[in-house]
């Protein structure tokens, strides 16, 4: 099988097509920025350096899927020095991958770097480099949040203390091996970036940048799964929140409420561009409707009740002068003929000087 460095040297004399090594060294590159950097992760140069760096790491992983570098069938040994590198391709693009922050394609994101992670670490466990246990599929990662959400959380269990005691254990023991791998990497860095170093400190230096990817990795996935649930509840409550817009009412067109057809022309021709409406015209529309005006409220003891009282009395002696009650017209002309010959306040004089 031939090896990446023979590939590049061929490619070399094409100027067009950039070497495999040179693509993974500049999304390295810019991965490293963007981690270090004090910058906020949201402002536009850091976001421009994200994705040149996806870009390139994306070009790389199109390449050594073409030269086919890595087998099931062989051994860690086998693999070229010079190739351990590009094991760990997948675990950047996750990497760099969650440091984009478009917050309508979140989830999609967090899907996608979970996908990078879960592929690295595959690999490396084919190859044995480390020893850990592999996370759980996304299939099985992926839970319902509208069930959990209404189911109540059980009570803990002696074997669910013991599952959470074990798997900090496993937090702590990968802490250390992370801070242990960092410290050997500062020792031999130097060396391996000027090139004096040779082909056995060159392989331990990529060995342990794989391995410290790994806990990296797994620190991710669980961070992932966290974000996912809470990414898919919100969706869920942002749906559930959603309610069908009201229909919006037309806008009432003015008019002119006439006491009757006759008046309705009078108002129309002065006002051609008026509606005009009789009060039985306007009364059967608000019946058709079912919001009849005069069924308001009715209204309790009071003042008010008492104004409508005498409102009533003064409209059913209208009413019946109206239709000739003979009591009612007697009354009144009694009335009109007591005060033709009394002046007004004849009977009050009691306290005058």
């Known amino acids: 099988m031939a090896s990446a460095e023979d590939v590049n040297l061929t490619q070399n004399s094409e100027s067009e097509t950039p070497k495999l090594t040179d693509l993974l060294d500049r999304g390295w590159k810019f991965y490293e920025e963007v981690d270090t950097t004090n910058e906020p992760t949201g402002s536009n140069p850091i976001q421009v350096k994200v994705k040149r760096g996806l870009m390139q790491l994306e070009e790389a992983t199109r390449m050594v899927a073409q030269l086919d570098l890595f087998s099931r069938n062989e051994e860690l040994e086998e693999i070229a020095t010079t190739d351990l590198k590009y094991l760990m391709l997948p675990a950047l693009l996750g990497a760099l991958t969650m440091k984009q922050v478009n917050l309508s394609k979140r989830l999609e994101h967090v899907q996608m770097a979970r996908v990078y992670f879960l592929d690295f670490l595959k690999r490396c466990k084919e190859y044995n480099i480390s020893n850990f246990k592999m996370p759980e599929s996304s299939e099985a990662a992926d839970g319902t949040p509208e069930e959990d959400a209404i189911l109540p959380a059980a009570p803990l269990q002696q074997a669910d203390l013991i599952t959470m005691a074990k798997q ?27 090139g004096t170093a040779d082909d056995e400190i060159v392989r331990d230096f990529y060995l342990l940048n794989i391995r410290r990817w790994i806990v ?56 051609p561009s008026l509606a005009t409406v009789t009060v039985d015209e306007w009364y059967e529309e608000h019946r058709k409707k079912n919001c009849q005006p005069d069924q308001g409220i009715p209204r309790g003891p009071g003042p008010s009740a008492d104004y409508d009282a005498a409102e009533l009395e003064k409209e059913e002696k209208e009413r019946r002068e109206e239709n000739d009650d003979e009591e009612a017209l007697q009354k009144a002309r009694d009335w009109d003929n007591w005060k033709d010959s009394h002046r007004r306040g004849y009977g009050n004089r009691h306290n005058m000087g």
Not at 173 to 189: H, N, P, V
Not at 256 to 270: C, E, N, P, Y
């Open 168 to 194: 900090r254990q496993a937090k702590i023991e990968r802490f250390k091996q992370k801070k242990d791998s960092e410290a050997k990497l500062s020792e031999i860095k130097a060396s391996v970036d000027s």
């Open 216 to 271: 990296i990795s797994l620190e991710e996935i669980e961070s992932i799964d966290q974000e996912m649930e809470i990414l898919k509840r919100m969706d869920v409550l942002r749906e559930s929140s959603a309610q069908p817009s009201q229909p919006r009412r037309p806008p009432m067109k003015p008019f002119i409420l006439t006491k009757d057809a006759v008046q309705a022309k009078v108002f129309g021709a002065g006002y």
